[in-house]
């Protein structure tokens, strides 16, 4: 057993491992720290914290490349489980709206309304909670990128606020929950 000095973790990975993040040719991600940013169409500004939702895990970035090709202009969207809330940037900055982003965690909530601020959209709706604010709303596009269980346990709160014809993405799925 080694004993190590207490540190800001968090603060470590910001600096050291959180590098930029291409995503396609069209989006970039970074943080507010980094100096060599290459141009991009959408340049998104996440200063992550403490809060998943960087691009770099694949489930994000995998919505994020879905995102980049959907039309989104004039519908609404809810980001379900938005970290950093950098789905719901992404989205206003391709037109969706109204934009709705929720999180039942409160460093993601609190990260997300730095960010959309950062960004400069503050027309997002940002929430703390869970699928039991979903009741009586409708959305033209659901984007969920959480992990298997919640999204098994709140796919019917997300059918049920889903508009006809409505697209539903879910993410944060993997290989061996197939089965």
Not at 49 to 66: A, D, R, V
Not at 114 to 134: M, T
Request: some cysteine; proline content about 3%; overall charge negative.
């Amino acid at each position: 057993i080694t004993e190590i000095e207490s540190k800001n973790w968090n603060e470590e990975w910001e600096k050291h491992y959180f590098s930029p993040i291409v995503i396609g040719d069209d989006c970039v991600i970074h943080s507010s720290f980094h100096t060599d940013v290459p141009k991009a169409k959408y340049d998104i500004l996440i200063d992550p914290k403490m809060s998943f939702g960087t691009g770099h895990h694949e489930t994000t970035s995998l919505i994020i490349g879905e995102l980049i090709k959907m039309e989104v202009a004039g519908k609404s969207l809810l980001d379900m489980g938005c970290g950093t809330g950098v789905l719901a940037i992404l989205a206003a900055m391709k037109g969706a709206q109204p934009i709705t982003a929720i999180d039942i965690d409160e460093w993601a909530y609190d990260n997300t309304v730095e960010n959309i601020r950062l960004n400069g959209y503050p027309d997002i709706e940002i929430a703390k909670g869970g699928a039991e604010l979903l009741s009586g709303r409708r959305f033209d596009i659901i984007l969920a990128n959480i992990n298997r269980n919640i999204l098994l346990n709140d796919m019917k709160h997300y059918a049920a606020c889903l508009s006809s014809g409505g697209l539903l993405l879910m993410s944060g799925f993997y290989k061996t929950d197939m089965p």
